[in-house]
């Protein structure tokens, strides 16, 4: 009889121990996801900001963002840039740096939930990869290119490697 109680506790941790990994793993990916959301709005934001031409440089998006996003906390720290390359006429989103640490999986979580914030987004979405000086994207733009080679640093900035980073041409 003693067994059978050791055998029951033991069976309880290892289902514990592996519920709460899973149930951890998906937190991190539903953070990951509502960092994407807040992206890709942000984004949004700078395209329209852009739309009718903007000076290059650091795009001011807040003047964009509805009033009531505009005041949120997700919005009222330094989490996003988006530049806009005037010559060329792009328009770039990226993760700032300071921000990964804050992340459980870092950018990783945000650049896989931007497959599902981006959904109906006409912008493509990626990862800068600064060794190569572009941004490779998960989701190519309909002339295939994998990746846009990109001048860094970019406008004045530089683009943390491995960002997450949304690429538009308003």
């Not at 539903?30 to 890709?40: C, F, K, L, N, T």
């Not at 509805?66 to 005041?71: C, D, E, R």
């Not at 949120?72 to 990964?100: C, E, H, I, K, Q």
């Amino acid at each position: 009889m003693q067994i059978m109680y050791v055998l029951v506790f033991l069976v309880s941790l290892i289902v514990v121990a592996s519920t709460t990994t899973r149930d951890n793993e998906a937190l991190s990916a539903s953070a990951g996801e509502s960092v994407a959301g807040h992206m890709a709005i942000w984004h949004r934001a700078a395209v329209g900001a852009c739309e009718g031409g903007c000076p290059g440089g650091v795009v001011d998006v807040r003047p964009s963002l509805h009033p009531h996003v505009a005041s949120a906390p997700a919005f009222a720290s330094a989490r996003f840039t988006s530049r806009y390359d005037n010559v060329n006429n792009v328009l770039v989103t990226y993760m700032n740096a300071g921000y990964r640490g804050a992340m459980d999986g870092g950018f990783g979580t945000v650049a896989a939930g931007l497959q599902y914030a981006g959904k109906g987004e006409s912008s493509h979405m990626g990862v800068w990869d600064a060794s190569a000086r572009a941004v490779m994207f998960s989701r190519p733009p309909p002339n295939s290119q994998r990746s846009m080679p990109l001048a860094s640093p970019f406008m004045g900035g530089t683009i943390p490697d491995g960002s997450p980073v949304m690429v538009s041409r308003p």
